[in-house]
Each structure stands twice: as structure tokens, then as C-alpha cells.
């Protein structure tokens, strides 16, 4: 079986629609690891497009802002007025699937789902330590994580940690074979990355050969950014595309 992995997506459809064009013909099945929407301009065509063509998503930090699931005392004004829009704007259809979707971890076949962790679905994954303290919990030895928007996968075996990183910014692919040990992998990125490259970001997982692939794919940010600056959202959403942080 053949995953297209995503995460992050934020609202911003042209991103989306970029990667999926990208990774056309090389999946057989999409999973998701959460934040649909927040952020960006598209929260109704992101959500209606999951619905029909994603049977995994865990549920993010946005997702629940967005229906009232999130205290958003704990968002910074920027994120806490994007996700009052988003709620504003979401139907009614839209809005009863977010309230749906599941808490991670969940498991598909050996792979395992989570938005931050295995232990709490709203902490960020951000150093080697924290990946090896994880590695107890984990229940599959492959699990994929979202939330930091950053491409990159922790390789724990005997004690040590690897990172591996993304691909540089002039690649656009970088594959990589699963050995002994347990990964904690993070796909990037759809709709907002923060890693310094502004291109969508997402993975392939050919999960029967234990073969992994980054990817990056460039997209019309400035359609992205116009709709934001349409929608009322704060500036700095539109702005923050273009630098990848």
C-alpha cells in the first residue's frame, strides 16, 4: 500500500491542490494528520475535499478551535482570529465533521496517526530527547506526527536519535529506506511550512517496501495570500507564506 501522508493543510487550497497534482499516480490512499483549516482563506473547500477523499484524519489544535472544541484562551490573537472566521464561516456540514473527527493516536495497518503526540495530541515534537522519551509509547514502530510544520523524521534505535532531514530547497524529492528501531516522522506542512522553504510539503510512504519519500512542490502563493487579505484575516497570515516561517 502506497500513503500519501498530509498535515497541516490550514485552509489554503491552492497548496493542496498543488500537491496533489505532485503526487498524482503515486498513492493509493490518503491520511491526514490534522489542521484542516486556521489560518487560511479556504476552510469549506479544504474540509469538503477531505470528506470525500480522506478515510483517516486525526484532529488538530485548529480543528477544534474551529468548533468550539479549544479553549482559545491558549492561541495568540492571530491564530484565535483566524479560527472565530473559520468558525463563522464554516457550514453546517462542515463544521458537525470537524466536531467528528477522532482524537489520535490512531492506527492504520503499521502505521500509527498523531497531531503532536502519542501522549498529547496538542504538544509540538520539536528535539531528539523529547522524540526518545516517546519511544516507549509508541504502538506501531512507525508513527506519523503533525503541529510544528516542520518536514524532518527521528530515527530512535539503541538508545540514539538520528534527524533526517528534509530536502534542500533546490530538491524537490528526497527518499529514504526504514531500518531497525522505531521513526517519528513529520510530513511538513500543506498550507503554512516553517521550516524556511515556502513550498507545500508532504510525504510518500510505500509502506510494504519500508521506503519513504519527502517532497516539496511549489505553488501560486500569491492566490493564496490574496484570498487571506480579502477575507479580513490578519496581514501577517498572507505575509508568512511567502517566507516559510
Not at 482524537?103 to 509540538?124: A, I, R, S
Request: glycine content about 8%; overall charge negative.
Amino acid at each position: 500500500m502506497r500513503y500519501l501522508i498530509l498535515s497541516d493543510i490550514h485552509s489554503n487550497w491552492e497548496a493542496l491542490e498543488a500537491v496533489l497534482e505532485d503526487a498524482r499516480g503515486a498513492y493509493d490512499e490518503i491520511l491526514c494528520c490534522g489542521d484542516l483549516v486556521g489560518y487560511g482563506a479556504d476552510p469549506n473547500r479544504v474540509v469538503e475535499w477531505t470528506r470525500r477523499n480522506v478515510r483517516v484524519v486525526v484532529r488538530g489544535n485548529h480543528d477544534k478551535a474551529a468548533v468550539g472544541l479549544e479553549d482559545l484562551e491558549w492561541f495568540n490573537p492571530v491564530a484565535r482570529s483566524a479560527a472565530l472566521w473559520t468558525e463563522q464561516n464554516l457550514t453546517a456540514e462542515n463544521h458537525s465533521y470537524l466536531r467528528s473527527l477522532p482524537k489520535g493516536p490512531l492506527l492504520v495497518g503499521d502505521l500509527e496517526l498523531v497531531h503532536g503526540t502519542p501522549l498529547d495530541e496538542d504538544d509540538y515534537l520539536m528535539s531528539a530527547l523529547a522524540a526518545a522519551e516517546l519511544a516507549g509509547y509508541l504502538e506501531k514502530s512507525v508513527c506519523f506526527f503533525g503541529h510544528t510544520h516542520v518536514q524532518g523524521s527521528y530515527h530512535i534505535n539503541r538508545g540514539t536519535v538520528e534527524w533526517i532531514e528534509k530536502p534542500e530547497a533546490e530538491a524537490p524529492r528526497q527518499a529514504f529506506e526504514l531500518n531497525e528501531g522505531a521513526y517519528l516522522i513529520n510530513p511538513g506542512s500543506v498550507g503554512q511550512p516553517r521550516d524556511g522553504d515556502a513550498r507545500a510539503a508532504y510525504m510518500i510512504c510505500a509502506a510494504g517496501e519500508r521506503r519513504l519519500e519527502y517532497r516539496r512542490v511549489a505553488y501560486p502563493v500569491e492566490i493564496a495570500q490574496a484570498k487571506i487579505l480579502r477575507a479580513g484575516l490578519p496581514g501577517v497570515l498572507a505575509e508568512r507564506l511567502a517566507w516559510g516561517s
